[in-house]
Each structure stands twice: as structure tokens, then as C-alpha cells.
């Protein structure tokens, strides 16, 4: 039989000691003889040093990509924080904006509480038009039960916009003065000379709509003002409409004529103050 062969058991704490007594030993004669172990030195420094470049150099790999990305993170946090604030900016910007639409709107639409103060006004928005787009016609937000009904008159924009016709219990449809369907009695400001303003929405085309029915010897001339009429049947007296411009003498010759330029911006409209009155229930409306 073959003989087994014996382990040999080394102890840690042997093994342990070994290894300082060596360590001790080689510090002694590098200490005592340092020109001995100087090629050992050498050959361990010539060994070791590309591994610590190396290593050097990608720790400082690391080290630039960890930073790198730290940076990265923080400038996404940065932008994702500048994106918060500048929505809330655009949040208030909006706000702001829409406050000054709505005082600018009630501003405007009350330029007309010194006319017929005894009388109550009502602010509507304008929730549909024509479907023409030229704002013959259009539909506001208050009817029956804000105490609207038909023939009260509808201003905006420093000008008369037309008549109520119909109404129902939450709306309300305006006709406007540009209306191939509208005819309304004014006068001049300065002559006070009679004459009818007539809706034409081809002619509207070009800002301008018919003033008829002034006498031969109007003395009107262009940018004068137009109004309504004391004798208008439908309309309050004194609410202003327009400038006449281009007064010429009509092809019968026994009047004169002219456009009218309204000065509503139809186009834009979007809000309107009617006047809770009716013309024939008004009482000593005198010129």
C-alpha cells in the first residue's frame, strides 16, 4: 500500500508571525544597507508604477463622469424648477391679462351711464355669430330672466350696436346696424339735419354702410357726426352710430347721400351693454 501522504497545517497566527518577522527583517537591511535592496525597489517601483497610472487615471475617469453627472442632474433640476416658474409667469401673465380685458370691457361698456341714468343696464358676452362672419346678427348671454326683451338697445365700443329681436330665457339676439335689414332714423350732431343710416353688408366690406334721405341743403361735410334721431321709433335718441364721409348728391337730386363708417369694431365685438328701455315706454324724451 502507498503511503498517505501527511498534511501539513499551518496555523494563522503562524503564518501571521512569519510574515512580520520577514517585513521587520527586510525594513532592518533597507534601513542599515539601502544599496542592497535598491534593484528590488526599483524592479517593484518599475512594476507597480503603469498600474497606479492606470489606476490614477481612470479614478480621475471616474471621478469626471461622477461630477459630470452630478452636474447634469443638477442642471436638470435646475431647468425642471425654471420650467415650474416660468408656467406659473405665463399662469399669471394670463391672469393679469384677462383682468385687464375685463376692467378695459366694463370700462368701455359704462361709457354710456350718463345716458339715460334712470334707466338699468345689463353687460352681456357675445356666445355666437353669423355664420357669414360679417356679425349681421349674433347671440348674447342674457335673456328673459335678466329682464331683457326685444326692441332694447345694444351699445359697445362707444357706439350703438343694434336692437334686440328675440329673446329667450337665458339669450338673447341682437341685430346690428350693418344688417341689410337695418334702417334707423339719425340725425347730425352739429346740424341736427334728419337722415336714415341703412345696414349694407356689401359695402360693409369696406368699413362703410349707407346714410340717405339728407336734405339739398344740409350743410354736412365729412367726419361729421351721426346719431340717432328724436323721431326713431325703435331707437333711444342721442346714441352716437358713426362719421359720415364721401357726401355727394344723390342720382334722384333731390337729396344727398353718404357712407358711414360705425364706430363699433364688429369684427372684434365680443361683449355689449344693453339698455333695459324701450323707446315707445319712454316719456318726455324732448329734442
Known amino acids: 500500500m502507498a503511503r498517505e501522504k501527511k ?11 512569519a510574515l512580520a518577522m520577514i517585513c521587520v527583517g527586510l525594513i532592518v537591511v533597507s534601513y542599515l544597507f539601502p544599496d542592497v535592496l535598491s534593484p528590488v525597489r ?22 469626471d463622469k461622477l461630477k459630470l453627472f452630478s452636474d447634469k442632474k443638477e442642471l436638470i433640476e435646475q431647468n425642471e424648477k425654471l420650467t415650474d416658474e416660468l408656467n406659473n409667469l405665463k399662469v399669471e401673465i394670463q391672469r393679469l391679462g384677462q383682468e385687464k380685458s375685463e376692467l378695459s370691457f366694463y370700462r368701455e361698456l359704462y361709457e354710456y351711464d350718463s345716458v339715460y341714468q334712470n334707466s338699468q343696464k345689463v353687460a352681456a358676452r357675445v356666445i355666437s355669430r353669423d355664420p357669414n362672419g ?16 326685444p326692441d332694447m338697445n345694444v351699445v359697445a365700443g362707444g357706439g350703438l350696436v343694434g336692437i334686440v329681436t328675440e329673446t329667450g330665457k337665458n339669450w338673447a339676439k341682437i341685430r346690428t346696424i350693418i344688417s341689410d335689414d337695418s334702417a334707423i332714423s339719425g340725425r347730425f350732431q352739429i346740424t341736427s339735419d334728419n337722415c336714415i343710416v341703412r345696414g349694407n353688408t356689401k359695402r360693409m ?17 365729412d367726419n361729421y357726426e351721426v346719431v340717432t334721431s328724436y323721431i326713431s321709433d325703435k ?20 337729396n344727398k347721400r353718404a357712407y358711414l363708417a360705425p364706430v363699433v369694431d364688429f369684427e372684434h365685438l365680443e361683449a355689449v351693454l344693453i339698455i333695459k328701455a324701450v323707446r315707445e315706454n319712454l316719456e318726455g324724451l324732448e329734442e
Open 205 to 221: 366690406e369696406d368699413g362703410f354702410i349707407d346714410v340717405e334721405m339728407i336734405s339739398l341743403n344740409a350743410e354736412v361735410y
Open 134 to 149: 360679417l356679425c349681421t346678427t349674433f347671440t348674447v348671454d342674457k335673456g328673459a330672466d335678466d329682464g331683457i326683451t
Open 7 to 17: 498534511k501539513v497545517n499551518f496555523s494563522s497566527k503562524l503564518v501571521f508571525t
Open 42 to 63: 526599483n524592479a517593484v517601483g518599475n512594476f507597480f508604477a503603469p498600474m497606479q497610472k492606470g489606476i490614477t487615471v481612470i479614478g480621475e475617469g471616474i471621478s
Open 235 to 254: 331707437y333711444l335718441p342721442g346714441i352716437l352710430i358713426g362719421y359720415v364721409t364721401n357726401v355727394r348728391k344723390d342720382p334722384s337730386e333731390l
